[in-house]
């Protein structure tokens, strides 16, 4: 069995529907669980207060917003070189997951800054970088959405990626090479010394986990979606009719 | 039970509801629009099968 067989739609959506069902259920589980246990079941932070119960919804949707782009990133140069129009429709699929992500991440950030820090925003290297993935991901939605045939959109909408994608990474890995900035090194590590206490650390790694699965749920559902209205738009050219 | 969120409560309440609404917002959203594609699908293929275009 080869990994190139879920470029046919047909057995990419028979695989999809098993997966789904699972996904969807564990994504729910782990969302209920990683948020329930951050918000009602830890302390506050001796230096943040309560305000570190922000970091079970800021740091996954900032995790989800970063590795959509690189998911975006694989499915495009999948596309780009073997030319699998699954691929292509997956990383559409993920966009707007990303960019609601991106959203989140943001306004999450601006909320928790204000307090800790003493302001919304600061042009610092990590969110400099997280507001042009933003951007980037506007950018790649209204791409696909402008231009009609759906081979020249995936092409282009591909080389965008692998531009913003040097965004994508800068936004993971500016605090390694620029020291100036408000914003705080990694959560997690692998190194213990730097990873936050485990009582904050447990549910966090669930909540990781919740969105994670979401996303997963999220891009399969999409990805059938736009096969379908592919698919419904091939027949109605041959029908000479509007979709 | 509501933990004691102090100071902070508006921050740490805003954070919160305004991820679950935009969470729920794409959930709902990307549902919709899957099932408003897949019925269209399922209608042209239909007429697809009637005419004998298939």
């Known amino acids: 069995m080869s990994l190139w067989e879920y470029a046919n739609p047909v057995k990419f959506l028979a695989l999809s529907a098993r997966v789904q069902p699972v996904a969807w259920a564990a994504a729910l589980t782990g969302i209920v669980v990683g948020l329930g246990w951050g918000f009602f079941g830890t302390p506050d932070d001796f230096r943040q207060g309560s305000t570190v119960k922000i970091i079970y919804i800021h740091v996954p949707a900032a995790w989800i917003a970063i590795n959509a782009w690189i998911m975006m990133l694989i499915a495009s140069l999948i596309w780009l070189v073997r030319r699998h129009h699954v691929s292509a429709l997956a990383a559409r699929a993920a ?40 951007l980037f991901y506007l950018g790649y939605i209204a791409l696909w959405e402008a231009i009609e045939d759906p081979d020249t959109a995936a092409d282009l909408t591909s080389v965008l990626c692998l531009v913003g994608s040097v965004f994508a990474l800068m936004s993971r890995y500016a605090v390694l090479f620029w020291s100036q900035g408000l914003h705080q090194g990694a959560s997690l590590s692998l190194d213990k010394e730097e990873n936050i206490s485990d009582v904050f650390w447990i549910p966090l790694v669930i909540s990781i986990a919740g969105f994670t699965l979401l996303f997963i749920a999220l891009v399969l559902y999409r990805t059938g979606t736009e096969i379908s209205l592919r698919r419904a738009r091939a027949l109605a050219v041959r029908l000479d009719k509007e979709l | 039970m509501m933990p004691d969120l102090g100071k902070y409560s508006i921050y740490v309440l805003g954070a919160y509801g305004a991820t679950l609404f935009l969470m729920a917002g794409l959930v709902l959203l990307t549902l919709r629009r899957g099932r408003a594609a897949r019925a269209a699908l399922k209608r042209i293929e239909e007429e697809t099968a009637r005419n004998g275009k298939g």
């Open chain 1, 95 to 134: 966009a707007p997951v990303g960019l609601v992500m991106t959203v989140i991440g943001l306004l999450t950030g601006a909320i928790w800054g204000q307090p800790m820090w003493g302001t919304w925003w600061a042009w610092d290297p990590r969110l400099t970088s997280f507001l042009i993935l933003f």
